[in-house]
């Protein structure tokens, strides 16, 4: 499986930003796919995902502002995560995980994201 992020950016308080990661490659035996973010100096967190069917899960800190989505294609699948009201405390390297039914986790590359007050 590989993973393609895109989208990150450097925007004002308030303001939205859309992330994208295209994963292809075995795609069909992925259970679980979502967006982590780890700030300087702190721990990586999830920020929200998708587990088994369609759960969606978010971090308390995103709920109401951050959306997760997902279009399929063959042997292929893009998740987004359209955020909005963007805090500076939201800056942070955006990574997609995806985890897999052989028991592996795949990462992305990362993005930036950066929100000035």
């Known amino acids: 499986v590989q993973l393609q992020a895109s989208g990150g950016g450097l925007v004002q308080a308030g303001r939205s930003l859309r992330l994208s990661c295209a994963a292809s490659?075995?795609?069909?035996?992925?259970?679980?796919i979502g967006w982590y973010r780890q700030a300087p100096g702190k721990q990586r967190e999830l920020v929200a995902g998708?587990?088994?069917?369609?759960?969606?899960?978010?971090a308390d800190s995103v709920k109401g502002r951050f959306t997760i989505s997902r279009d399929y294609a063959k042997n292929a699948v893009t998740v987004y995560l359209q955020m909005n009201s963007l805090k500076p405390e939201d800056t942070a390297v955006y990574y997609c995980?995806?985890?897999?039914?052989w028991g592996l986790g795949y990462w992305g590359q990362g993005t930036q994201v950066t929100v000035s007050s």
């Open positions: 995980k995806a985890d897999t039914n």
């Open positions: 490659g075995k795609t069909i035996g992925i259970f679980a």
């Open positions: 998708f587990s088994s069917g369609d759960t969606t899960n978010y």
